[in-house]
């Protein structure tokens, strides 16, 4: 499913513009998520960074843009050192999970014809976003990988709305902008796997049991966000 959004997304934005790299510009991003509602009480995370990579077509005679962003952030991250995950070795390891997400989402950026140098913006959005937790087992923190696998992974339909304003900065000799932005991201319902919502059992006899404790809810979100495009 995932593959075949991107396909789909590449194919509407990037292919009729091909030939017009001039009106192409490229952007990095960082953000801070700030959950709220119920996905903060179920999330078990006040706050945390994402870093996003964006390209844009700007119509050149239209106060608009068009584009694909590319997002990656940590959520949570919980160390555990345990003798129990094997049967028969008493050896203490650790076992680090890492909890992400996955934002990729399609703008229409459209600039506010009430402010000069069109530099107001509103930023309608909308892709998949994905979080998933993996794990990862060692002897010491440069030790070889012993052991790593997938806890939890899901999809969902994402959206949002971003107002953004953009100042001219010199990079290079380029065209360069920065922009300050204000995002509410919300989704459809799904289920996921939060910080610190795994139990590990070991029955004897037996190697170690994980249990996943998920929950539902709808990914809804603030973001403030600090963009360069033009780079």
């Known amino acids: 499913m995932a593959s075949n959004f991107v396909r ?7 292919l009729p513009f091909s030939g017009m790299a001039q009106d192409i510009i490229f952007g990095i991003e960082t953000k801070y998520n700030f959950p709220i509602n119920d996905f903060k009480e179920k999330i078990q995370a006040n706050s945390f960074p994402e870093i996003a990579g964006s ?7 239209l ?4 584009g694909l962003s590319v997002g990656y952030g940590i959520y949570g991250s919980s160390l555990e050192k345990r003798d129990d995950l094997y049967n028969g070795d008493s050896e203490v390891l650790r076992l680090r999970r890492n909890s992400n997400i996955l934002n990729i ?32 087992i060692r002897e010491t923190i440069f030790s070889e990988i012993l052991e790593e696998g997938l806890d939890h992974s899901a999809f969902t339909m994402a959206y949002g709305l971003a107002l953004g304003y953009k100042l001219p900065i010199e990079f290079k000799g380029n065209d360069t902008q920065l922009e300050l932005k204000v995002n509410y991201n919300s989704s459809v ?43």
């Open 105 to 136: 989402k399609a703008h229409y950026k459209h600039y506010l014809p009430w402010v000069k140098m069109d530099r107001l913006f509103i930023d309608p959005q909308i892709g998949l976003s994905n979080l998933y937790t993996r794990y990862m």
């Open 55 to 61: 390209v844009y077509y700007e119509f050149p005679s």
């Open 189 to 231: 319902p799904f289920r996921f796997l939060p910080k610190g919502a795994v139990e590990t059992t070991k029955s004897p006899g037996e190697n170690a049991v994980f249990h996943y404790n998920t929950q539902r809810s709808s990914l809804e979100i603030v973001q403030i966000a600090i963009a360069v495009v033009g780079i």
């Open 63 to 66: 106060p608009v843009a068009a």
């Open 8 to 14: 789909s997304l590449f194919l509407l934005f990037f």
